[in-house]
């Protein structure tokens, strides 16, 4: 089975800390996503990548950078965490190519105080 | 007006009734997904269609590309199925519709 684990299930930061959650999966997917989560809004795409050391933009992408330095983990990274960005973060992975299943993360619900 | 609408929004459910959820799109798509979301977070693939008619245990889904309509069946519906159930479509992207919660009593 696909395994995607995100490095914590819950945590609490302060305005302008920098956090780092992490994601990491073990099917040797090539393309790895970052969404968040947020009530009424449906999931968002933070950021992708289709390869090591690749990022793309996805719709919402201010505020957050990434990181992909080996296949399996993807990092994204909030430079000074704002309380706008309290939400459900959750990475995926899938196959190169499009038409792929994704296959998701258990989700890290971030709380900016 | 968001590119994936999904209906209802919420739906609640004795145990054994039959379950409609619908997801219309308005852009040009290579697959539509339906996932399934716990409580707790984790979200799970339940189907990929790009045509006709898929079947697995008691979920069916359905898309008509025509119409840009896809529907998602729960036959002798269960608590167990109470989640959120997400519709997605994939451009060169996958865009998410917002969700139907779905509660089933017993």
């Known amino acids: 089975d696909v395994k995607v684990t995100q490095s914590s299930r819950y945590l609490v930061k302060r305005t302008g800390e920098k956090v780092f959650l992490e994601c990491v999966q073990d099917m040797d997917h090539e393309n790895m996503f970052w969404y968040r989560q947020d009530p009424g809004l449906g999931l968002r795409l933070i950021y992708f990548s289709y390869d090591v050391k690749m990022k793309e933009k996805g719709d919402i992408p201010e505020g957050y950078s990434v990181s992909r330095e080996k296949k399996e983990r993807f990092s994204l990274i909030l430079e000074s965490a704002s309380t706008n960005q309290t939400s459900m973060y959750l990475c995926?992975?899938?196959?190169?190519?499009?038409?792929?299943?994704?296959?998701f993360g258990p989700g890290t619900r971030l709380t900016v105080l | 007006k968001n590119e994936v609408e999904q209906s209802p929004q919420n739906l609640t459910a004795q145990e054994g009734e039959f379950i409609t959820i619908n997801c219309s799109y308005s852009?040009?798509?290579?697959?539509l997904h339906w996932l399934q979301q716990h409580p707790g977070g984790g979200i799970v693939s339940l189907f990929m269609l790009s045509s006709g008619k898929k079947k697995h245990g008691r979920l069916i889904a359905t898309i008509n590309i025509q119409e840009k309509h896809s529907s998602l069946h729960i036959t002798a519906s269960h608590p167990r199925d109470s989640a959120v159930y997400i519709c997605?479509?994939?451009?060169?992207?996958?865009?998410f519709g917002t969700g139907t919660r779905l509660q089933v009593f017993p």
């Open positions: 995926a992975s899938s196959l190169a190519g499009g038409d792929n299943e994704q296959f």
């Open positions: 997605a479509v994939d451009t060169d992207k996958l865009i």
């Open positions: 852009v040009g798509i290579s697959a």
